[in-house]
């Protein structure tokens, strides 16, 4: 049992996770493209949902808000920039007032659990799931850093992730105080579904059935629409 994130197991041995090298879609040159590059093209539906933006005041937004105040329109492919406006130069300008830009590779911790809720639902395997997490958050998060020195490595293309494994409801284990950080993939061992929280993107992608994406949809939690496999993702302008 894992002695940092209570709920999930440090794994010593990777091989479960290794069907994802070639479920997933190479890197172009230009780095991450389509969702297929995030989570596997070949399931019946995918999602993508935006994570939570944030006004000056603190207060949390949904990207639909945003974008009816804006006369934008919302849609699979929009990117946060277009949406307020945003041109970021080399001075690392912020969103103009009043946006500031949603966390970019992780969910929240109740959007977390709520899309775990979700997809506890549509996998026969709840209690069984696997948990990516890269190595490098790491370099500024104490505990996993310690648990890093004696586990072997996922290796993925341009990532290198920790291995745990727990129940559908362990995706929020990821926690130690400030941080919280929603699995880098996740999926149950009947990969029924995938989950990806990809470190300088603004949404998290979700391929799994068609059910299971009309229930993120429907989530009141969450702000999600279907997308296809081929569409292009939202990149955080500045990437880590």
């Known amino acids: 049992m894992s002695d940092g994130f209570p709920g999930v197991t440090l794994c010593d ?7 994802l090298r070639g479920a997933l879609r190479p890197w172009t040159d230009r780095g991450i493209r389509h969702v297929a590059t995030l989570v596997p ?37 929009t990117c946060f920039v277009d949406l307020v406006g945003w041109r970021p130069d080399a001075a690392h300008q912020s969103p103009p007032p009043p946006w500031m830009p949603p966390d970019s590779g992780s969910l929240t911790p109740d959007e ?19 948990f990516c997490m890269w190595e490098g958050y790491g370099t500024a998060w104490t505990v996993l850093n310690r648990l890093a020195e004696r586990a072997p490595r996922v290796a993925l293309e341009h990532r290198r992730c920790l291995l745990f494994r727990g129940p559908v409801r362990a995706a929020t284990a990821f926690r130690s105080e400030p941080f919280f950080q929603s699995p880098t993939l996740w999926w149950p061992a009947d990969r029924a579904w995938c989950v990806a929280s990809e470190l300088d993107i603004y949404s998290t992608y979700v391929s799994a059935t068609a059910d299971a994406v009309r229930a993120l949809v429907d989530h009141p939690q969450l702000e999600t629409v279907a997308c296809s496999a081929e569409q292009d993702i939202d990149h955080s302008p500045y990437p880590t």
Do not use: K, M
């Open 41 to 77: 093209a070949d399931y019946r539906a995918h999602a993508r949902i935006f994570h939570r933006a944030w006004s000056t005041s603190g207060a949390a937004v949904r990207w639909a808000d945003i974008a009816e105040r804006s006369g934008r329109q919302l849609t699979a492919e």
């Open 13 to 19: 041995d990777v091989e479960p996770a290794n069907w």
């Open 112 to 130: 977390c659990a709520a899309v775990a809720e979700v997809l506890a639902h549509h996998t026969a395997t709840p209690d069984d799931s696997w």
